[in-house]
Each structure stands twice: as structure tokens, then as C-alpha cells.
């Protein structure tokens, strides 16, 4: 068996491969120890950092956290609450009162219905997934218009860049309001055609994202955009 | 299996009737995330059979009698299509896919860290879409390389492997006259990393000499398949990281 190496050079690692000794060293996410020995858990690139060895997974299911900054769609309307899909292993609650509208008992079909898509925040989760949302914050909002894109969870990092820099280029060049949701889905809006260019640049990251091909398919995109 | 004792299935130089030796496998290649629409995805052909596992989740668990408030729970199916045999097979389920769809779920969970995910479920669809014996080991290995495309944590990949007996002789990895004519099977789900066995079961009768020898062949091509399935998750995402 290939056994992987702790050092400074990344390299990719697949279940139960063997990273190294666990002596003086704790594991991180994708990491389990066992006698004496470093083993990963998923397929990803190796890192160490600060004594504490990790998998950078290429591919990860989005785990709630409180907080995130969500893009739902309603799956279930019951007289007081909505249960959203948020791309997550479980459904999450929006309940009336953290809702920004006035609603009254058994008219929450009027303001969200079965499929609509909506901007919310994680309010809570606890040990058994159990989430709450709130729509109760700036910016938090129905999303009537545009289109959402789904995105796999491990590559919103690559979209957004440091600080949003990718992000803002993006919307720059393509001149749509764009937002990304910490589960994967982004929401893009503007007119038509620079919708189309938005989406085409987001598959592009679905699928050569975990190569070092996205910059430059940003960079050509704005190559592009600045001729016309 | 037995009970047609005429049939040689050995010739006399001591080759096997498609012209492998005893210790020998049958080619195998695995394809790693050949589904777009699934979560990890994997293709698995081990001689004439090929095996197809898409992975989704971890979901919600529906119903939720089945949810387990400690643990997710994996759902697997496995299904040969009608067209995967000679004769044509009823579409659905039948008493041995469900048999396989058991022993197949219980070996994945041995491995995926299952407590990551409470209340929540991994579905795991195999999908046998030529069959030539050996199809639940291709198909255990099929999801194993599935799951880890998909992202989902696993302690080890499970590495499934047959060996078993032709004409008083043990043999690695049985082909279809083999299967059928020979008089012993024993298919069994290998932890590469640590030898520890997921799944064991076995059809026929073998002595404990036997056993043994059937075992060793049996690390020794999970060894060769492994390696074989890291190979296949690295092609898949080669070409550097971000």
C-alpha cells in the first residue's frame, strides 16, 4: 500500500491511507488516529498546520453551522413554519417569528409557498442536526427573481477567493448581482445574457474546480467582457 | 455448486478453462465519478462483469422509523438489470438482491464513520449491468470507491474478493462455469489497510487447509484491487489542487 508522507508538499490522500505517526501531532478534520498512526478519511490533499494534521476533502457534504448564510428552497408549508431544503442532511425550520413578515396563524402559504427560494441565516443547530432559520436580519429575503446554481460546498472558498476578491471580479465582468450561500447554492441575477455567461463560469467551477483552472477562466471571461 | 462433478473445469497443463492460473485474477478497472447527477459515483468491471455505484447524502431518512437518533443509517440496493445475464431477469427486487443489498450495507457500515451523521442516511445504489459471477464483490467495490468520491469519511475502502474450489483445487476469483459447476465459493469484503474482514460468506465446503489457502489469495488480490481503486480516485482528481 502507498503510504502518505507528512510534510510540507501537499499531496492527495484516499480513505485509509496511512499518513504518518500521530506522536506530538493532533488529527484534524478527515483524520482519525489509531495505533500510533495518522489514517485518512477522505479523499482530499493532505495538511499540516500548527501541529495539527487535516484532509482539505475534494468532495464534502455541507454540515450546518450556526450562522451560515443560507440559500433555501421551502419544502413544506404547516400553518406556523416552513421546513426549508438547505442542502444539508436534514430540512430546516423557519418558524413565524423568525420570519420578517407579520404572519398570521395559518396564512404562511401567502408569504412563502412549496418551492419558493429564500435567503435565511442559521440561527441554531444542535447535536442531532436539528436547525432553526431566521429571515430576521439585513438582506435576508424572498428571492423572487434570478437563478440559483448549486456549487459542491468545498469549492465556495475558490468562488468567493480572499475576501471576496473572485467574487467581486466576477461580478464585475459579468454584471450580475451574485450571492453565495455557505451550502452550495449561489443566487445570480441580471439580465438574461449575463446570467447565461454567470452560470457558465459557475459550471466551469463545478467541474474543473479542483484544478487551478478557475482563475484563468475568470481572467479570460474578463479578457472577453472588456473588448465589447 | 457441485453436484455436476463430470464438468473439467482445470485442463491439463493446469491452467484454468480461460487460460488463467490458479492464483490468478481477472483484469479489473475501476472509473471513478461516472455519474454527474450523484453525490460520488464509480464504475467497477472485473472480468465480464460491470458494476455501477452511485452514492447520495447523507439525506434526511425517510421514513423515520429508520432514522437512528446516534447514527445515519445506509440504504443500499443493489440490482442486476435485465438485460445483465444470458436469460432476462425480472426487473426488481427478488430474495437474493435483497440478501445482497443486506450483507452489503452492513459490511459499508462497518467502515463509514456512520456517528458523523445522526439521524440521517447514505444511499448507496449498485446497479450490476453485465454479470459473469463475482457480481457482489464488484459491487461492494464499485461503492466503496462511490463513497469515498462522494466525500463521505471512511476509516478504510472495502475491497471485494472471491476465491473457492474447482475439482479438489482452491482457486482465486471464480468465473461463471467456475461458479457453477466448481464446489466452493467464498467471497469476502477486505480492510485493505489492516486485513480485517467486513463480510465473509461461503457457499459449498472447503477444509480448513482450504479456507486458509482461499484466504491468503483472497489478501492477496485485495491488495492488487486496492491499489487499483486509490489509482482510480487520484486519476479522477488529477491535475493539482486549488
Known sequence: MSKGQVGAELRLVTPGMVVGPSSGKRAGSGMIAENNEFIATRVGWLNEQNNVVSVQPINSAYMPRSGDLIIGFVAEVRNN?????VNGPFQALLPMSLAPWKVEFGAARQHLGIGDAALARIQEVDETHNMVLTMKGVGLRRLNEGAVVSIPVNLIDTLRGDNNSTLSRIRDATD???????????WIHGDTEAMHVARQLILTLNQEGHKNTFQGAVEALENERGEH | MGGYGDVKLLRDDGKRLDGRAI???RPVTIEAGVLPAADGSAMVTHGLNVAVAAVYGPMEAHPRKIQRQDRAVIDV??????????DRIRPGFNRRSREISKVTAESLES?????????????VEIEILAAEAGTRCAGITAASVALADAGIPMRDMIVGV?????????VLDLDKAEDNYGQADLPVGILPNTGEIAFLQMDGDLSIEEYNLAMEYNHKAAKEIHEIMVDALKRRYEGGEN
Do not use: H
Not at chain 1, 413554519?81 to 431544503?85: I, R
Not at chain 2, 467502515?111 to 444511499?123: A, D, F, G, M, Q
Not at chain 2, 472471491?162 to 482452491?170: F, L, M, R, Y
Open chain 1, 81 to 85: 413554519l416552513w421546513f426549508f431544503d
Open chain 1, 176 to 186: 450580475c448581482r451574485i450571492i453565495v450561500g455557505d451550502n452550495g447554492r449561489v
Open chain 2, 23 to 25: 492464483d490468478e485474477m
Open chain 2, 77 to 86: 440496493r443493489y440490482n442486476m438489470a435485465p438485460f445483465s445475464t444470458g
Open chain 2, 111 to 123: 467502515v463509514v464513520l456512520v456517528e458523523r451523521y445522526p439521524r440521517s442516511k447514505i444511499r
Open chain 2, 162 to 170: 472471491a476465491s473457492g474450489k474447482i475439482e479438489d483445487t482452491v
